[in-house]
T-cell receptor, first 111, second 113 residues
């Protein structure tokens, strides 16, 4: 069963704009992770935020976590065409030994 | 340092045939995973191995078996392939369960006719 659920399912923006994706989850977590998948490729880890953290930055990425609302957001600032990809959030399932992924947000950035 | 490698990259099977998907990692990770990805379904966990010598079922284990051959290698076997198993299969590894980031292989595209 899906632990995390991303919103929106698809997002289209112009280069230079910001992109925001959201993730909601159901049970308490130790951490939440975001991954990117370029078409036809494996997933690449972007950022991990622990349950005691509220915000984390990595380059143009900003992730927030609100454990009271069981939600997280991923913000990509100043988007580029190369950011076109699917983005997934992942949280723990299976007694903390495996990650469960959401269905993803497909981001399209046009130049 | 190759990371996570998978073989083969592509495979076409007829219904009822068997095959084994191979996965290896060179990062000395304890945990390894097999996922399948279907359009609109995201990634679904098939089996995982939290540590060498252990394997456990994930969300969609029916029709599959796994072997954690050693710390480096984790194989996925389809004993009697069915068209419903047409999918892209990803292997991944992590240092220790869900506490750390996962590293993914490039995937195997399997078509069952």
């Amino acid at each position: 069963s899906q632990q995390g659920e991303e919103d929106p399912q698809a997002l289209s923006i112009q280069e230079g704009e910001n992109a925001t994706m959201n993730c909601s989850y159901k049970t308490s977590i130790n951490n939440l992770q975001w991954y990117r998948q370029n078409s036809g490729r494996g997933l690449v880890h972007l950022i991990l935020i622990r349950s005691n953290e509220r915000e984390k930055h990595s380059g143009r990425l900003r992730v927030t976590l609100d454990t009271s609302k069981k939600s997280s957001s991923l913000l990509i600032t100043a988007s580029r065409a190369a950011d076109t990809a699917s983005y997934f959030c992942a949280t723990e399932g299976q007694a903390g030994t495996a990650l469960i992924f959401g269905k993803g947000t497909t981001l399209s950035v046009s130049s | 340092n190759a990371g996570v490698t998978q073989t083969p990259k592509f495979q076409v099977l007829k219904t009822g045939q068997s095959m084994t998907l191979q996965c290896a990692q060179d990062m000395n990770h304890n945990s390894m995973y097999w996922y399948r990805q279907d359009p609109g379904m995201g990634l679904r966990l098939i089996y995982y191995s939290a540590s060498e010598g252990t394997t456990d079922k994930g969300e969609v284990p029916n029709g599959y078996n796994v072997s954690r051959l050693n710390k480096r290698e984790f194989s996925l076997r389809l004993e009697s392939a069915a068209p419903s198993q047409t999918s892209v299969y990803f292997c991944a590894s992590s240092e220790q369960g869900a506490l750390n980031e996962q590293y993914f292989g490039p995937g195997t595209r399997l078509t069952v006719t």
